[in-house]
């Protein structure tokens, strides 16, 4: 696969207006990846130590409920970002995640990604203001589709 450059990071939606040389700083911590369709990315519980952003394909979130089998929980193709948990405290994953159709992504090294940020703060807090952005975004949307549930459930009167 071919290097990540800065400017393949400009022209990626969440990663829109960052300063250069944040965004230098971040593809030498990222490769190109693709996963077949079916493909289990992330699994609920396991270490988090990557994020990708999407750039082709439908990624789905599922959670496993106690005895029972996955529960598609969410769904997300190009411009979107799989992964938060690497940021967060205990880094482990909250959600699993496969690949629905083949994806092809940029993944980074969250490891390598919380050290530069540790080093350069500016970073830091441009990375963790993005992600919560994209985490407030995510449990919106989440709380919008439990509100559409119960009320298709709801008794007619």
Sequence with gaps: MSTVTAADLAREPFLNGMRRADLTKLAKTARRVEFPAGRRIVNESDAAERFWLVQDGTVALDLCPP???PVVVDT???GSVLG???LF????WRFGG?????VRAIEFDG????TLSAVDPSLGYELTRRFAELVVERL???QTRLLEASLDDAPVP
């Design 98 to 102: 496969f690949a629905q159709t083949p």
């Design 67 to 69: 005895g029972g089998e």
């Design 140 to 142: 919106e949307a989440t």
């Design 84 to 86: 938060w948990s690497w």
């Design 111 to 114: 490891r390598l990604v919380r």
């Design 89 to 92: 405290r205990p880094h482990r």
């Design 76 to 78: 997300f193709g190009p």
